[in-house]
């Protein structure tokens, strides 16, 4: 099976910064790769599909790239409200493996 | 709007059997492949298992294959997931979530979940 890595697995960080988190898969899952935002809790919100697709409602700031094996979540300026841990998961083939997450916070 | 809520949780001892249920609303539930997620407390998401819109396509996560069922009742818009020779390990919160397409792709919507705590 295709495991999930995701790095750092968690980060700290001041408003307003430029955050990147990266996810990559174990053999190439082309754009099959989706971002979800969680929130204690809560459960896992749809942010990012198909590696690069903004999902409707979701602020501009969050942005996605890659394709193959290498992903990136990025948040162009952190809010207090983006507080959450951030998955990745592929969903080329079952098994639809969820990377561990990284747990961002507020400095 | 899109509501999923789960049910069937609670405390139950090790090597018993539990359903659990997810009764569906706000969108076309017999159109869509639907989902059970576990996530045990202060871990990671699991992906545990998926059904096609039709039931025609069924699918585990190796772990659990041969303990877990999924199922759907389309008319009754409700997902369940039959858990049988519980361990402590399956001690978890587990989420019901809508899939995009009526087959498997990626998740929308999830329910806010339902707690299985597995204790002797």
């Known amino acids: 099976d295709i495991q999930m890595t995701q790095s750092p697995s968690s980060l700290s960080a001041s408003v307003g910064d430029r955050l990147t988190i990266t996810c990559r898969a174990s053999?190439?899952?082309?754009?099959?790769l989706a971002w979800y935002q969680q929130k204690p809790g809560k459960p896992p919100k749809l942010l990012i599909h198909?590696?690069?697709g903004l999902q409707s409602g979701v602020p501009s700031r969050f942005s996605g790239s890659g394709s193959g094996t290498q992903f990136t979540l990025t948040i162009t300026s952190l809010q207090p409200e983006d507080v959450a841990t951030y998955f990745c998961?592929?969903?080329?083939?079952?098994?639809?493996?969820f990377g561990p997450g990284t747990k961002v916070d507020i400095k | 709007e899109v509501q999923l809520v789960e049910s069937g949780g609670g405390f139950v001892q090790p090597g018993r059997s539990l359903r659990l249920s997810c009764v569906a609303s706000?969108?076309?539930?017999?159109?869509?492949?639907m989902h059970w997620v576990r996530q045990r407390p202060g871990k990671g998401l699991e992906w545990v298992s998926g059904?096609?819109?039709?039931?025609?396509?069924?699918d585990y996560e190796d772990s659990v294959k041969g303990r877990f069922t999924v199922s759907r009742d389309n008319a009754k818009r409700s997902l369940y997931l039959e858990i049988h020779s519980l361990t402590t390990e399956d001690t978890a919160f587990y989420f019901c979530?809508?899939?995009?397409?009526?087959?498997?792709?990626?998740?929308?919507?999830w329910g806010q979940g339902t707690l299985v705590a597995v204790s002797s």
């Open positions: 059904i096609s819109w039709n039931s025609d396509t069924i």
């Open positions: 998961q592929k969903f080329d083939t079952a098994p639809f493996t």
């Open positions: 979530a809508k899939d995009v397409t009526g087959f498997f792709g990626y998740f929308d919507s």
């Open positions: 198909a590696a690069s």
């Open positions: 706000g969108f076309a539930f017999e159109e869509f492949g």
């Open positions: 053999q190439d899952i082309d754009n099959y």
